[in-house]
């Protein structure tokens, strides 16, 4: 299989290169420039002609975009269907994720029960300790919280996606207002008919490495 740069090569050393300025750039120029776009200009530049979609194709602009908008870490991996897949698939995790918090602060159970899987096996952890399974059990733990008049004033950050096959996870910090330390948190996602949902939820307070009681560690 040629691959998408070799096709760039071919197609600006050949007659197809015409009618952008951009084509008239060696490939390496053109992927250079391509590294400042965000990903809805790399798609419109993907259907402008057949030179510009192998090059908005290409693995490099879209590992590249990828470090700049979620993470510098995962260098070593190799995406199977490519970069601008794995781009697509964690965007698409990073989106169901914000919309769970925005459900948790409007306290909905309707958008609960729509972004929870429902399978037996889901689970979720409470900062308290407690271990909800099953998609009614996890449902109703979140009941009682929402009943309550406290506003849930949480903000998300260092936010990082990791997507393997039909499972993700995020690893994040929640920050409440009227909390001065963040919570620790992993979200669990599986795909499904090509929808995203969360199968399991734990959030934790930090643990202070200055408290020597063993069973805190059980």
């Known amino acids: ?3 998408s740069r070799a096709k760039l090569d071919f197609q600006y050393n050949g007659t197809s290169a015409t009618g952008s300025i951009l084509e008239l750039f060696v490939p390496e120029i053109v992927l250079h420039v391509m590294s400042y776009l ?20 290409d693995d490099h602009p879209w590992r590249d975009l990828y470090h ?16 601008k897949a794995y781009y697509a698939a964690t965007k698409a ?3 169901v994720n914000e919309e769970w918090y925005r459900v948790f602060k409007a306290k909905s159970m309707r958008g609960m029960s729509r972004l929870w899987l429902k399978a037996d096996y889901v689970k979720c952890v409470h900062p308290g300790g407690a271990v909800y399974t099953g998609y009614h059990n996890v449902l109703q733990s979140w009941e009682i919280p929402f009943d309550w008049d406290q506003q849930f004033n949480v903000h998300a950050h260092d936010v ?3 997507v393997l096959g039909n499972m993700a996870w995020v690893t994040l910090k929640e920050f409440f207002k009227a909390v001065a330390e963040p919570l620790l948190t992993t979200n ?15 959030s934790s307070p930090i643990v202070d ?5 063993p069973m805190l560690f059980l």
């Not at 259907?47 to 510009?52: E, K, P």
């Not at 700049?68 to 970069?83: H, L, R, V, Y």
């Not at 996602?189 to 199968?199: A, D, I, K, S, T």
């Not at 490495?209 to 009681?213: A, H, L, Q, R, S």
């Open 68 to 83: 700049k908008d979620f993470t510098t870490e995962q260098t070593e991996i190799s995406p199977s269907n490519g970069w």
């Open 188 to 202: 669990v996602y599986e795909l499904h008919n090509g929808q995203w949902f969360m199968v399991h939820h734990h």
């Open 160 to 162: 990082r996606v990791r």
């Open 209 to 213: 490495m200055g408290i020597t009681e």
């Open 1 to 3: 299989m040629i691959s």
């Open 38 to 57: 965000d990903y809805k200009s790399l798609c419109r530049l993907s259907m402008t002609n057949s030179v510009m979609r192998c090059a908005a194709n």
């Open 93 to 95: 995790v990073m989106d």
